[in-house]
Protein backbone atom coordinates (compact mmCIF):
# COMPACT_ATOMS: atom_id res chain seq x y z
CA UNK A 1 0.00 0.00 0.00
CA UNK A 2 1.62 3.31 -1.43
CA UNK A 3 1.64 5.92 1.54
CA UNK A 4 2.03 9.28 1.70
CA UNK A 5 3.61 11.83 4.24
CA UNK A 6 3.49 14.94 4.25
CA UNK A 7 5.97 16.94 6.58
CA UNK A 8 5.85 20.33 8.00
CA UNK A 9 7.83 23.08 6.10
CA UNK A 10 11.37 23.84 8.26
CA UNK A 11 10.53 20.38 9.75
CA UNK A 12 13.59 20.35 12.35
CA UNK A 13 13.74 17.03 14.67
CA UNK A 14 14.51 19.19 17.49
CA UNK A 15 10.72 20.41 17.12
CA UNK A 16 7.65 17.49 18.52
CA UNK A 17 4.98 17.27 15.74
CA UNK A 18 1.22 16.36 16.24
CA UNK A 19 0.40 13.74 13.52
CA UNK A 20 -2.89 13.69 11.45
CA UNK A 21 -3.64 10.23 9.50
CA UNK A 22 -6.14 10.95 6.57
CA UNK A 23 -8.02 8.10 5.20
CA UNK A 24 -9.54 8.69 2.01
CA UNK A 25 -12.86 7.72 0.47
CA UNK A 26 -13.84 4.91 -1.49
CA UNK A 27 -12.00 4.73 -5.08
CA UNK A 28 -9.65 7.40 -3.17
CA UNK A 29 -6.31 5.63 -3.19
CA UNK A 30 -6.86 3.64 -7.00
CA UNK A 31 -5.02 6.27 -8.33
CA UNK A 32 -2.55 7.87 -5.82
CA UNK A 33 -1.39 10.66 -8.52
CA UNK A 34 -5.19 11.64 -8.51
CA UNK A 35 -5.85 11.21 -4.62
CA UNK A 36 -2.89 13.98 -4.19
CA UNK A 37 -4.50 16.35 -6.69
CA UNK A 38 -7.55 16.10 -3.69
CA UNK A 39 -5.78 16.30 -0.64
CA UNK A 40 -3.04 18.73 -1.58
CA UNK A 41 -4.90 21.85 -1.75
CA UNK A 42 -6.99 20.54 1.66
CA UNK A 43 -3.75 20.02 3.45
CA UNK A 44 -0.62 21.17 1.47
CA UNK A 45 -2.35 24.63 1.18
CA UNK A 46 -0.03 27.85 2.82
CA UNK A 47 -3.29 28.65 4.95
CA UNK A 48 -4.10 25.15 6.20
CA UNK A 49 -0.04 24.79 6.63
CA UNK A 50 0.70 28.13 8.34
CA UNK A 51 -2.06 27.39 10.77
CA UNK A 52 -1.23 23.61 11.70
CA UNK A 53 2.47 22.63 11.48
CA UNK A 54 1.83 18.57 11.00
CA UNK A 55 2.98 15.63 9.85
CA UNK A 56 0.20 14.43 7.52
CA UNK A 57 -0.36 10.98 6.83
CA UNK A 58 -2.35 9.41 3.83
CA UNK A 59 -2.23 6.05 2.90
CA UNK A 60 -3.62 4.91 -0.51
CA UNK A 61 -5.75 1.92 -0.88
CA UNK A 62 -6.52 0.28 -4.01
CA UNK A 63 -10.03 -0.75 -4.11
CA UNK A 64 -9.96 -1.88 -7.47
CA UNK A 65 -10.84 -5.75 -6.66
CA UNK A 66 -13.49 -4.04 -4.90
CA UNK A 67 -15.72 -1.47 -5.23
CA UNK A 68 -18.12 -2.33 -2.88
CA UNK A 69 -15.71 -1.71 -0.33
CA UNK A 70 -16.87 -4.44 2.44
CA UNK A 71 -13.31 -6.36 1.71
CA UNK A 72 -10.99 -3.67 1.06
CA UNK A 73 -11.34 -0.90 3.53
CA UNK A 74 -10.05 0.87 6.24
CA UNK A 75 -11.79 -0.57 8.94
CA UNK A 76 -15.35 -0.38 10.01
CA UNK A 77 -17.28 -3.00 7.87
CA UNK A 78 -16.08 -6.85 8.91
CA UNK A 79 -13.18 -8.03 11.97
CA UNK A 80 -11.91 -10.46 9.02
CA UNK A 81 -11.11 -7.81 6.55
CA UNK A 82 -8.64 -5.65 8.27
CA UNK A 83 -5.37 -5.48 6.30
CA UNK A 84 -6.05 -1.99 5.29
CA UNK A 85 -6.32 -0.95 8.36
CA UNK A 86 -3.29 -2.77 9.74
CA UNK A 87 -1.31 -0.83 7.12
CA UNK A 88 -2.81 1.91 8.06
CA UNK A 89 -1.80 1.79 11.40
CA UNK A 90 1.46 0.18 10.74
CA UNK A 91 2.17 3.38 8.94
CA UNK A 92 1.37 5.68 11.33
CA UNK A 93 3.67 3.37 13.25
CA UNK A 94 6.50 4.12 10.41
CA UNK A 95 6.45 7.59 10.79
CA UNK A 96 6.48 7.51 14.66
CA UNK A 97 9.61 5.76 14.55
CA UNK A 98 11.60 8.38 11.86
CA UNK A 99 10.17 11.26 12.81
CA UNK A 100 9.84 13.70 15.95
CA UNK A 101 6.38 12.76 16.88
CA UNK A 102 4.09 14.22 19.28
CA UNK A 103 2.22 11.24 20.42
CA UNK A 104 0.15 12.77 22.94
CA UNK A 105 -1.29 14.76 19.22
CA UNK A 106 -1.98 12.00 16.80
CA UNK A 107 -5.54 12.29 15.32
CA UNK A 108 -7.08 10.59 12.68
CA UNK A 109 -9.95 11.97 9.62
CA UNK A 110 -11.49 10.77 6.30
CA UNK A 111 -14.57 10.82 4.79
CA UNK A 112 -17.47 8.00 3.51
CA UNK A 113 -14.90 5.14 3.70
CA UNK A 114 -12.20 7.32 5.41
CA UNK A 115 -15.00 8.29 7.70
CA UNK A 116 -16.21 4.27 8.51
CA UNK A 117 -12.40 4.07 9.00
CA UNK A 118 -11.63 6.86 11.66
CA UNK A 119 -14.70 5.33 13.56
CA UNK A 120 -13.41 1.95 13.49
CA UNK A 121 -9.78 3.12 14.71
CA UNK A 122 -11.57 5.44 16.93
CA UNK A 123 -13.25 2.55 18.72
CA UNK A 124 -10.30 0.25 18.76
CA UNK A 125 -7.40 2.33 19.34
CA UNK A 126 -8.05 5.61 21.06
CA UNK A 127 -5.65 6.72 23.42
CA UNK A 128 -8.18 5.98 26.33
CA UNK A 129 -9.74 2.98 26.01
CA UNK A 130 -8.56 1.47 22.78
CA UNK A 131 -8.55 -2.59 22.80
CA UNK A 132 -6.02 -3.10 20.47
CA UNK A 133 -3.45 -0.25 20.72
CA UNK A 134 -3.94 3.34 22.37
CA UNK A 135 -2.63 6.44 19.56
CA UNK A 136 -5.24 8.46 18.44
CA UNK A 137 -6.18 11.40 20.87
CA UNK A 138 -9.38 12.59 19.06
CA UNK A 139 -10.50 12.14 15.70
CA UNK A 140 -13.19 13.87 12.73
CA UNK A 141 -15.00 11.45 10.94
CA UNK A 142 -16.81 12.96 7.47
CA UNK A 143 -19.92 10.78 6.47
CA UNK A 144 -19.01 7.80 8.55
CA UNK A 145 -20.68 5.00 10.13
CA UNK A 146 -19.63 1.20 11.17
CA UNK A 147 -21.51 -1.15 9.46
CA UNK A 148 -22.24 -4.60 9.54
CA UNK A 149 -21.64 -6.35 6.56
CA UNK A 150 -23.25 -4.24 3.70
CA UNK A 151 -25.62 -2.47 6.30
CA UNK A 152 -24.90 0.57 8.42
CA UNK A 153 -25.53 0.44 12.09
CA UNK A 154 -28.34 2.73 13.03
CA UNK A 155 -27.29 2.75 16.82
CA UNK A 156 -24.24 1.72 18.50
CA UNK A 157 -24.10 -0.88 21.41
CA UNK A 158 -23.71 0.24 25.24
CA UNK A 159 -20.08 -0.99 25.19
CA UNK A 160 -19.43 1.15 22.14
CA UNK A 161 -20.58 4.45 24.04
CA UNK A 162 -19.02 3.82 27.38
CA UNK A 163 -15.74 3.15 25.30
CA UNK A 164 -16.10 6.60 23.49
CA UNK A 165 -17.64 8.34 26.13
CA UNK A 166 -14.55 10.56 27.24
CA UNK A 167 -12.34 10.20 23.47
CA UNK A 168 -12.94 13.54 21.96
CA UNK A 169 -14.57 13.37 18.60
CA UNK A 170 -16.22 15.72 16.30
CA UNK A 171 -17.99 14.26 13.69
CA UNK A 172 -19.58 15.68 10.61
CA UNK A 173 -22.74 14.61 7.98
CA UNK A 174 -24.84 15.69 5.65
CA UNK A 175 -28.57 15.65 6.89
CA UNK A 176 -29.33 14.42 3.23
CA UNK A 177 -27.05 11.89 2.90
CA UNK A 178 -28.55 8.44 1.68
CA UNK A 179 -25.51 7.17 0.78
CA UNK A 180 -24.02 6.69 4.19
CA UNK A 181 -27.03 7.81 6.43
CA UNK A 182 -26.61 9.59 9.26
CA UNK A 183 -27.88 7.36 11.49
CA UNK A 184 -24.77 6.20 13.56
CA UNK A 185 -23.75 10.00 14.33
CA UNK A 186 -27.11 11.01 15.27
CA UNK A 187 -27.51 8.16 17.81
CA UNK A 188 -24.42 8.84 19.03
CA UNK A 189 -25.31 12.50 20.00
CA UNK A 190 -28.17 11.17 21.89
CA UNK A 191 -25.69 8.76 23.62
CA UNK A 192 -23.30 10.90 24.29
CA UNK A 193 -25.74 13.48 25.25
CA UNK A 194 -24.08 14.98 28.32
CA UNK A 195 -20.72 14.24 27.33
CA UNK A 196 -18.22 17.21 26.62
CA UNK A 197 -16.08 15.28 24.28
CA UNK A 198 -18.39 14.78 21.83
CA UNK A 199 -19.58 17.24 18.92
CA UNK A 200 -21.85 16.18 15.60
CA UNK A 201 -21.95 18.80 12.49
CA UNK A 202 -25.16 18.22 10.92
CA UNK A 203 -25.94 19.81 8.14
CA UNK A 204 -28.95 19.95 6.67
CA UNK A 205 -28.33 21.79 3.38
CA UNK A 206 -25.55 19.41 1.94
CA UNK A 207 -25.77 15.37 0.88
CA UNK A 208 -22.77 13.00 0.88
CA UNK A 209 -19.72 15.09 0.10
CA UNK A 210 -19.14 17.37 3.13
CA UNK A 211 -15.38 16.95 3.05
CA UNK A 212 -15.42 19.65 -0.03
CA UNK A 213 -17.08 22.19 2.51
CA UNK A 214 -15.18 21.14 5.69
CA UNK A 215 -11.62 19.84 4.76
CA UNK A 216 -10.55 23.30 3.60
CA UNK A 217 -10.28 26.60 5.27
CA UNK A 218 -11.86 28.88 6.06
CA UNK A 219 -15.27 26.63 6.33
CA UNK A 220 -13.44 23.83 8.38
CA UNK A 221 -11.18 26.23 10.72
CA UNK A 222 -12.99 25.90 14.08
CA UNK A 223 -13.18 22.18 13.79
CA UNK A 224 -9.53 21.93 12.95
CA UNK A 225 -8.40 24.37 15.98
CA UNK A 226 -10.62 21.99 17.78
CA UNK A 227 -9.12 18.70 16.66
CA UNK A 228 -5.44 19.99 17.17
CA UNK A 229 -6.03 21.77 20.42
CA UNK A 230 -6.69 17.58 21.67
CA UNK A 231 -4.06 15.82 23.78
CA UNK A 232 -3.85 12.56 25.36
CA UNK A 233 -2.56 11.65 28.47
CA UNK A 234 0.92 9.91 27.61
Given at each position: ???????????????????????????????????????????D?????????????????????????????????????????????????????????????????????????????????????????????????????????D????????????????????????????????????????????????????????????????????????????L???????
Amino acid sequence: MPVFVLLPRNYTPRRKYPVLLFLHQQGGGDFPEQLMEEVNPWFDSKAWRKSYSAIVICPALDARPDYTGTKINFGGFSADNSEGEDNAIAAVKLVEGKYSVDRSRIYVTGPSLGGVGAWDMLIKYNALTGGKDRIFAAGMPLAGSIYDGDDPVTSPSAAVVEELRNVPIWSIHGGQDDTVPPDWDKAMAVALEKSPTYHLTLNPDLDHDVWDVYYPLPAGKTKWDWLFAQRAKT
